[in-house]
Structures are given as structure tokens and as C-alpha cells.
């Protein structure tokens, strides 16, 4: 079985602050691993993901994530917050092998503030 | 752009009505999921159709909901008859699987379902 666990429902950061959005799995098998954004009264766009290859992937927006194995993570990172950044954050399991069925996390929504 | 559509966008219904919500997928691409979202429950996948055959519809309340796919450019999920618990976000997404490689799922709009 799989199945994500994403920290913090809610995080704030400043506008210019690193952004942090933790993410831990769990998977018997080896996982695929994404990132979605949703932008109110939207549906979800892929930010970045991960399928065993570079285990430091980068995204669109300015969004990269750090697959690690030793500690189930693929926490998703920006350098630099954006206010339009603001949004809330989907992370995503599934197994490889074509199945693609995807398990999300219950979010973080993430609030800019200038 | 190619892009996954959905109708109606907003929905209003009173318990009890038939809601039947469509999903466009990207031409191409051979397999459509549909998911709800909810406060409570977030994001949850209701079924999953490959070729448009059925692969897993273990989410979903079979009692009231069907979901099919008369043809390839058509996706659509029913609830009859509807309850005010069924109030949520509906999405569809589409994605092309090509033996064993993963793409990736491209999402809808949602369509938002408020039953009375």
C-alpha cells in the first residue's frame, strides 16, 4: 500500500523567504513522486516530479524537490516566495510501472504575505 | 491548447435529482480518472478507466454513482439519486500510458456540485 503524509496544513511564509512544503511516503514498491499546484477555483497543474532518475528534480516556477529514500521525503523547496505563489500544494504517490494511479496528500496551503 | 474539459462548471441540485457531470479527455491520451475533492476527505479517486474500460472504481459509492465512457472523447460520472453529502469538487484528468513508462495526469477545471 501507499500513501502520503504532508506536514502543516497551512504555512505562511514573508514574500522573498524560502519556501518549505514537506512531504513524507510510504510505498512497499519503488515510488513515482509529484508535486501539484492548485490555484483557487482550479484544477491541479503538475509542478515537478519524480520517476528514478536525477533524485533532485526541478519544476516549473522556480520549484525544485529532493527525492530521499533513507528518509521517505520529497520535500518541495523555492529559494525565493512570490506572492503569487499562494496557493495550496499536492503531494503524490504512485507506483511505477505504468499503473498511475495516484494517492495525494491532504495539502498545505501556502499563504505569501509582503 | 490541448486541455481536459468539463460541463457544467457549477451545478445546483436538490436532493434526490440525477447530476450527471462530462469530462473531455485530451485527445490521445488512453486513460481518464475522475476524482472528488472536499474539505474533509481531500482529493480521492472515484474510478479509473484505461481504453475506456473500468480498471478500478473501488472509490466510489456504487450504489448512486456510474461512471462510463460511451466513447473515447467522453467521460461521464452520474449520481442518482444525488445527496447533499455528494457536495464537492469533481474532477476529471486524462493521461497517456505507454507501457511501462508514467505520464503524467493532466486535470480539468472541476466541475462544482452543490446538492440542497
Known amino acids: ?114 | 491548447d490541448a486541455r481536459v474539459t468539463q460541463t457544467p462548471r457549477h451545478k445546483v441540485t436538490e436532493m434526490g435529482q440525477e447530476v450527471t457531470m462530462r469530462c473531455q479527455p485530451i485527445l490521445g491520451h488512453n486513460t481518464v480518472f475522475w476524482y472528488r475533492q472536499t474539505m474533509m476527505q481531500g482529493l480521492e479517486l472515484l474510478a479509473y478507466f484505461r481504453n475506456r474500460a473500468p480498471l478500478d472504481d473501488s472509490g466510489m459509492p456504487k450504489d448512486r454513482f456510474s461512471a462510463e465512457m460511451p466513447d473515447a472523447t467522453l467521460a461521464t460520472l452520474k449520481i442518482q439519486p444525488s445527496e447533499p453529502r455528494d457536495s464537492a469538487v469533481y474532477f476529471c484528468a486524462s493521461g497517456l500510458v505507454e507501457g511501462g513508462s508514467y505520464n503524467e495526469q493532466f486535470f480539468g477545471p472541476g466541475t462544482r456540485l452543490t446538492v440542497l
Open chain 1, 1 to 114: 500500500a501507499q500513501s502520503v503524509t504532508q506536514l502543516g496544513s497551512h504555512v505562511s511564509v514573508s514574500e522573498g523567504a524560502l519556501v518549505l512544503l514537506r512531504c513524507n511516503y510510504s510505498s512497499s514498491v519503488p515510488p513515482y513522486l509529484f508535486w501539484y499546484v492548485q490555484y483557487p477555483n482550479q484544477g491541479l497543474q503538475l509542478l515537478l516530479k519524480y520517476t528514478s532518475a536525477a533524485t533532485l528534480v526541478k519544476g516549473i516556477n522556480g520549484f525544485e524537490a529532493e527525492f530521499k529514500k533513507s528518509e521517505t521525503s520529497f520535500h518541495l523547496t523555492k529559494p525565493s516566495a512570490h506572492m503569487s505563489d499562494a496557493a495550496e500544494y499536492f503531494c503524490a504517490v504512485t507506483r511505477s510501472g505504468g499503473y498511475n494511479k495516484l494517492i495525494f496528500g491532504a495539502g498545505t496551503r501556502l499563504a505569501v504575505h509582503p
